[in-house]
């Protein structure tokens, strides 16, 4: 079977190069010049032959001047073309001149911030969550913004979903005997993988990605009831294993203190009795009630 995409042309890669305009202050005295002499060779038409054709000239080349300005605002660029050829991008603020055939498109080099809408994900375990990202990203490359890709803003809203669905799928969203890197308790290092993600998707568009996080992270609505009891159940357990743990340390440190001051001799019985009891205090729920013994262990 043959493979249709084995002829097809690779994409053509632009790159921004400088674009070939001048200031437009220099222009504009031009401009100023011409606004002058146009009513002079007004006055000289009955006097002079070639007035009419002065008058004319002049009225035409100031029409030319006029429409090579136009203006630049700071992180803002201007993209010229010629008849479609990219010929190159002006980045210098303020009044620019360019001729007037060549063909300008302005595109924001500024920051941009957006947060992108809540999408449903499968994480590492197979759990449906969700997940929302906010990413500061910019144009690095107007060329490429304009040129690779057919919108650059719809195709940065893309591939941020994109990015999302793959880091999301990496991870367990949790992990609660904190083992692995999960997607809620390591934010910076998820975080810097998705801009390094971005990155590489957005590159072919000539855009950055400056920053870039997660501003919603949650168990899917349909699981969301059931997981929560499971994390309180684990939440139980390890405070049960942590409060056992403590509670077997203080009764081995009472016994070895009892036994070194000589405060009581306990052979075997006796001191299972009082491990017992020593347990029942510290991991019992409620308070203790001191019961008095008239008699002996063995009675």
């Known amino acids: 079977m043959t493979d249709i995409r084995a002829g097809a042309p690779a994409l053509h890669q632009s790159s921004e190069v400088p674009a070939g305009t001048m200031s437009g202050y220099g222009m504009l005295a031009v401009a100023f010049v011409l606004l002058a002499a146009i009513p002079l060779s007004a006055v000289q038409i009955e006097q002079q032959v070639w007035a009419p054709f002065a008058l004319v000239g002049a009225a035409l080349l100031l029409m030319f001047v006029l429409v090579g300005f136009y203006l630049l605002q700071p992180n803002q660029a201007a993209v010229i073309t010629l008849f479609g050829a990219y010929k190159g991008t002006d980045r210098a603020a303020g009044l620019r001149w360019v001729l007037p055939w060549m063909g300008r498109k302005k595109i924001s080099v500024r920051a941009n911030n957006i947060i992108s809408e809540k999408i449903k994900v499968n994480d590492l375990r197979g759990n449906p969550i969700e997940m929302a990202a906010q990413v500061v990203w910019r144009v690095t490359d107007t060329a490429q913004a304009l040129f690779d890709v057919d919108d650059y803003k719809a195709f940065v809203v893309v591939q941020i979903e994109a990015a999302v669905r793959t880091i999301g799928s990496r991870y367990p969203y949790d992990d609660f005997e904190h083992q692995e890197v999960t997607l809620r308790g390591n934010h910076d290092q998820v975080g810097a993988e998705l801009r390094e993600e971005l990155i590489a998707r957005l590159r072919v568009a000539g855009i950055t990605v400056d920053e870039c ?87």
Not at 224 to 243: D, F, K, P, S, Y
Not at 262 to 275: G, H
């Open 213 to 299: 996080g997660f501003t919603h992270l949650a168990y899917a609505q349909e699981i969301a009831g059931a997981m929560l009891r499971r994390q309180q159940a684990q939440a139980v357990v390890a405070a049960r294993q942590t409060l056992v743990e403590g509670a077997v340390g203080m009764v081995e440190m009472a016994l070895e203190h009892l036994s070194a001051k000589n405060v009581v001799e306990l052979d075997d019985e006796r001191r299972a009795a009082m491990v017992s009891n020593l347990m029942v205090v510290l991991c019992g729920e409620r308070e203790t009630q001191p019961v008095v013994n008239t008699g002996t262990l063995y009675q």
